[in-house]
């Protein structure tokens, strides 16, 4: 391994990573769960409807949280390039999410407020929260370049 660490401390590190991940996705579901609820029951939306206003929700929560608390050690250099993948990839996790709602709800005809909330809230955030993991920590909260050692100036450059 190139930077001299070992495979523990590598997979302690995403371990770490993935608890600090958690937590905020965590507060994210309750923010996710709570304002589907509202929209679906309390102010009678459709279920679909009802999810992306619930998932946005949940994506401005846990961008304050990924960017402030998971990732605060990196890259912070290009900021609008950031939220802008953030969207992108939080959009194709909502697209997700919902789109095994949609298909639980207008493709199966599992119409309860139990089966939306099991097939959003649980399938569905299942699935998008992987994909979210993976592409937040692959390419929105990046990793930040070691600076590259400049060759001493002392040393006669080669003639080829």
Not at 14 to 27: D, N, Q, R, S
Not at 35 to 57: D, E, K, M, Y
Request: hydrophobic share 45%; glycine share 12%.
């Amino acid at each position: 391994m190139s930077d001299g660490l070992t495979l523990r401390d590598r997979l302690g590190g995403v371990a770490h990573e993935v608890v600090k991940f958690g937590t905020v996705g965590a507060l994210g579901v309750l923010v996710n769960v709570i304002v589907f609820n509202l929209c679906t029951q309390g102010a009678g939306l459709a279920p679909v409807r009802s999810g992306v206003i619930a998932t946005s929700a949940a994506i401005l929560a846990n961008y304050v949280g990924n960017r402030h608390w998971t990732y605060r050690d990196r890259d912070k250099s290009r900021r609008s390039r950031e939220a802008s993948l953030f969207l992108l990839f939080s959009g194709v996790g909502m697209v997700i999410e919902n789109g095994v709602l949609a298909l639980s709800h207008y493709g199966f005809g599992f119409t309860s407020g139990l089966a939306d909330n099991l097939a959003k809230n649980v399938i569905g955030l299942g699935l998008g929260s992987l994909f979210r993991f993976w592409s937040y920590r692959t390419w929105v909260f990046r990793v930040p370049e070691e600076p590259t050692e400049p060759a001493p100036l002392d040393r006669p450059l080669r003639a080829r």
